[in-house]
């Protein structure tokens, strides 16, 4: 599954006041939320929901899902390290499924809904349907959670026009522009269209937040682990803010327009993923040209964003991957440098990170120019 990563904690202290601030939020969630129905929704409207909670409560769940930013917030911990960690945290509670959506918006809301839906689902899990029922899943119990936007694109989108503090990462990373494909999002239309008239994937449960198992969001303390699918964990908010007393029947009055349109991006915006194995990648222009054939043999060039945590490089370096058992991407943060390294040695190259990864030898291992991205840990920088 090619899940993106997303989401960054709010009463947790990094380092020893987890668990007075987790005993604080306990003390705040233990109030009573009562119960809404579909009736209900369509009597106040969908964002009066929240007018049902008790105000303080309200307002500190929305303060951790405010912080709990799903595209921000690694821990800066080495992806075999985070496997451990993330392996040895039990589950919190089993997922109690949620019950069929209720769309309330009109005919054009639903267009709307549907194909925002299915870019989360296709740019989030890939072609994985499995992995895109889950992420499916997980907008709509945001659209139903009172904290969150009561539209499916408002969910999508929501944070889409910063640079970072997105929820879902597809939307402000340029993979609209660099991975778009009709047949992919096609597909995922038809899944889309099944949740929006009900279906429910009980395998995740209430979940609000995921992220893969090979990075340890700082976040992810302060939720409930509920869930796993494919090599991705599943949260939501502890007690009962994370009940299903707490979320709406539905939502998807008035969807917002999408960012973008329906059409395909344009395809002169950023790049990512060059294949250096082909012989005709003969100069910088033609290499920097290939990255629209999105070739996955042998060794791969990526651009990164100096302005986002580095610990995101390593997560964009493992997708690009994604499931070769040998694998090695040298990212950079400017295109000048990717071009002036391409024709040299590997040894020779000064990349602001470099990941190698043989699924058969055990290996693998991201190291950054600490000059470039300093890191917490020493042993996590190249030695170049």
């Not at 989030?124 to 895109?132: F, H, K, P, T």
């Amino acid at each position: 599954m090619k899940m993106r990563h997303c989401l960054s904690a709010l009463t947790r202290s990094r380092h020893t006041g987890s668990r007075t601030a987790l005993s604080g939020l306990a003390a705040f969630l233990a109030l009573a939320v009562p119960m809404t129905n579909a009736a209900d929704i369509r009597a106040i409207g969908a964002k009066g929901a929240a007018d049902l909670l008790p105000q303080n409560e309200f307002a500190d769940v929305r303060k951790l899902a405010a912080k709990s930013t799903m595209s921000d917030g690694l821990e800066p911990i080495a992806p075999l390290d985070a496997s451990r960690i993330n392996l040895a945290r039990a589950f919190d509670q089993a997922p109690i499924a949620m019950s069929g959506f209720s769309f309330l918006g009109d005919l054009t809301d639903r267009e709307r809904a549907v194909q925002c839906l299915a870019e989360a689902a296709y740019f989030e899990a890939g072609n994985d349907v499995a992995g895109q029922r889950a992420v499916m899943q997980v907008v709509l119990n945001r659209v139903r959670h009172p904290v969150y936007p009561a539209t499916v694109c408002g969910v999508v989108f929501e944070g889409a026009s910063r640079r970072t503090g997105c929820q879902f990462t597809f939307t402000c990373d340029g993979s609209r522009v660099r991975r778009w494909s009709e047949p992919g999002i096609a597909r995922a239309r038809k899944l889309a269209q099944t949740a929006i008239d009900g279906y429910v994937d009980k395998s995740v449960g209430t979940a609000t937040h995921y992220h893969a198992d090979y990075v340890v969001p700082y976040w992810s303390a302060s939720l409930s682990k509920i869930a796993a699918v494919g090599r991705h964990l599943f949260y939501t908010f502890p007690h009962r803010a994370g009940s299903r007393a707490y979320f709406r029947a539905g939502g998807g009055m008035d969807e917002p327009v999408i960012p973008g349109g329906l059409e395909k991006a344009d395809e002169s915006g950023p790049r990512l993923a060059v294949d250096l194995a082909s012989d005709d990648a003969t100069s910088a222009d033609a290499i920097m040209n290939k990255v629209k054939a999105g070739s996955t043999d042998g060794a791969i060039f990526q651009l990164v964003d100096l302005s986002t945590p580095s610990g995101r490089w390593a997560v964009a370096a493992l997708n690009a991957c994604s499931d070769r058992p040998v694998c090695e991407v040298f990212a950079y943060t400017n295109e000048d440098a990717l071009r002036s390294d391409f024709e040299l040695e590997p040894s020779q190259r000064r990349p602001a990170l470099t990941l190698r990864k043989d699924i058969n030898a055990g290996i693998e291992q991201v190291r950054w120019n600490c000059l470039i991205a300093p890191r917490a840990k020493p042993t996590e920088c190249s030695s170049k």
